[in-house]
């Protein structure tokens, strides 16, 4: 089995392995975080270089998950908080608390800010101010493109989602995830609505997208646009 390592742009370092007994090019992420193309063992590498680009989108997903990123002080959180970390001398333990627009993870000094149990306690309080957020800022927004366009919705939940944006019931009962707060606001605009398209149309398809496009005209701009982020710090 011949195999060659190589580094690309936007995903990193990739192995590619030729195998006599493939037919097909195959894409897998080792459990060490390893990115595998295996391919025919007749094709060149370049070909397997390609098809690693063709996915990037799904490997950087994957990384995003397996690999969340450290949250950092100072950070933005949703539209309205900024997370700060506090070295405390009197704290025994790491402690949050959550204002109108500022976030605070206080933490003893024996431990520093990339400390699992802190990075932890910090997600979990970002969580509580993208909840709050998103259930006081999507319902109504929502409420005003349903009126701008049109498309009406049975009602309208808030929660967090791992893969999706959003989902629309057949019986037009709309779910948003939080980390849509984390998007700009034409984005935003773009998934509320393409669950408010789903009221009339519930596949997609051309229809659809025909539907969505007579309200959101930069529907197939935004569409690529959007596939840029992931629901995640």
Known sequence: MATKQVTL????????????????????????????????????????????????????AHQAKTNPQPLHHGQHVGKAHRLYFECSYSALKVGTRLRPNEIYITHPTTVDTGHPHVQQAARNASLRALRKEAEQLLPQRLHMLSQKTGLGYKSVDVKQLKRRW?????????????FLMQLPWHLIDYVLAHELAHTKVMRHGPPFWAELEKHVPLAKQLRKEINQYQPTF
């Open 9 to 60: 742009d936007t995903i990193g370092a990739i192995t590619l392995y030729k195998r006599r007994g493939n037919r097909s090019l195959r894409l897998s992420i080792a459990a060490n975080g390893e990115v595998r193309v295996s391919m025919p063992h007749w094709l060149p590498y370049k070909a397997g270089e390609q098809f690693a680009l063709s996915k990037a989108q799904w490997i950087l």
């Open 166 to 178: 959003g989902s629309c019931s057949s019986s037009k009962d709309i779910i948003l995830n939080i």
